[in-house]
């Protein structure tokens, strides 16, 4: 549960941090596969790899959202960030130190540097799409809530994802697969990517509405954002 200290100050719980790292676990594990397209069979659109894991952390979010409130989903996403931009530090990092000189150790070297040098492109739209996309999820998760007055959080969880998917998949795509895919190839993806990871979170949201609702008996906080700044920088405040 959450709890205070002596000094009234809240006492995060081991739920939330489990939450918190499994959030920034799959955000950093998306933008690796990230770069990875697949055909869906013999459609005529492709996905990326990170489909497979992305819309968790916006189920994530929801759930960060609507239990503990806005400030605590966007320090999380902070967190996320912080996580994302180490991996694209080190990645590029790695990729630039020298080739190995035996012949077979080069072809592992290449096929690796193949790979993670793309991750800082990814990686740098992603940082700029994330902040912003799950920003706009947690910002609408929580005006709806108080707006519906706590019911209804199915349509919320639906209506905030949209909106963070959104404006993630039109901020992302462009810097990450401009001039690498043709225009119409491009707006294809973005329009499939933000179909299927909602499809991904109605076909869970039974399943996420049940968590929340076990996340919220267990810490005893149902978390209304009233009367709260929604600037994103202000969230390590008191």
């Known amino acids: 549960m959450t709890e205070n200290n002596s000094k009234g100050q809240v006492i995060l719980s081991t739920t939330f941090v489990w939450m918190a790292v499994a959030f920034c676990v799959c955000l950093v594990a998306s933008n690796i596969f990230e770069p990875r397209l697949w055909q869906v069979g013999k459609l005529p659109f492709q996905l990326t790899g990170g489909v497979l ?16 409130g806005y400030r605590k989903a966007q320090m999380v996403i902070w967190m996320g960030f912080a996580m994302c931009f180490f991996v694209t530090v080190m990645s590029q990092l790695v990729t630039m130190l020298p080739n190995p000189m035996f012949e077979d150790n080069l072809a592992t070297a290449e096929s690796f540097d193949g790979l993670f040098g793309l991750v800082p492109r990814v990686m740098c739209g992603s940082l700029l799409a994330f902040i912003c996309g799950s ?15 706590g019911k209804g959080f199915g349509i919320r969880a639906i209506v905030s994802s949209i909106a963070g998917e959104m404006t993630d998949s039109i901020i992302f795509f462009p810097i990450a697969f401009g001039g690498l895919l043709p225009f119409n190839g491009l707006i294809n993806l973005m329009i499939t990517q933000v179909v299927v990871k909602t499809l991904y979170e109605v076909v869970i949201l039974p399943f996420t509405s049940v968590i929340v609702k076990k996340v919220k008996k267990l810490e005893g906080i149902d978390t209304y954002d009233v009367n709260i700044s929604y600037n994103p920088f202000l969230v390590f405040r008191k």
Not at 135 to 149: C, L, R
Request: proline share 3%; glycine share 0%.
């Open 53 to 68: 894991i992305f819309p968790i952390s916006y189920i994530l979010n929801d759930l960060l959202a609507e239990v503990y």
């Open 135 to 149: 920003t706009m999820n947690a910002f609408v998760m929580s005006k709806m809530k108080v707006a519906q007055k």
